[in-house]
């Protein structure tokens, strides 16, 4: 990867949406080749997803909590039960294994703190291998973005 798939990279993960155009424009180089880098990074999965980025709050999702949770067992089968069930919830929108007080790290959006609640009796209390979960909601956000350092 050179400075050129990086400055596309750049113009694209600020918006997918520029033209192949204007993307040969800032980096100097011919329409066909900017096709032909944006093919070789989508192969390479450097680039693994080109989507729209929606505002919450005119969707009805007031509420994101960022949750903290520790995990009763260390049995690998539990362990990739929970991952999964993570993985697959859709109110889940972003989930790390982290290393430190907490097993995992899961931020949730619901409509309101009663959807959050029937979201934490669905997804912790349902589940026994749950030891703790601590949440924090989200006053305001201050930054929230995909882009990476690049």
Known sequence: MDSIDRS???QLQKNARTSIQSLADATGIS???????MRALREAGVIRKEVAILDPEPL????????????????LDQINAFKRKAREDRQVTHFYC?????????VVMARDIADYEAFTHRFF???RNVRKFRTSIVVSTEKATSELPI
């Open 98 to 106: 982290i290393a430190g007080d907490a097993d995992f790290v899961l």
């Open 31 to 37: 329409t066909a080749s900017v096709q032909r880098r």
């Open 60 to 75: 009805g999702l007031g509420v994101t909590a960022i949750v903290a949770v520790e995990l009763e067992r260390d049995r």
């Open 8 to 10: 596309l990279l750049d």
């Open 125 to 127: 209390f349902a589940d």
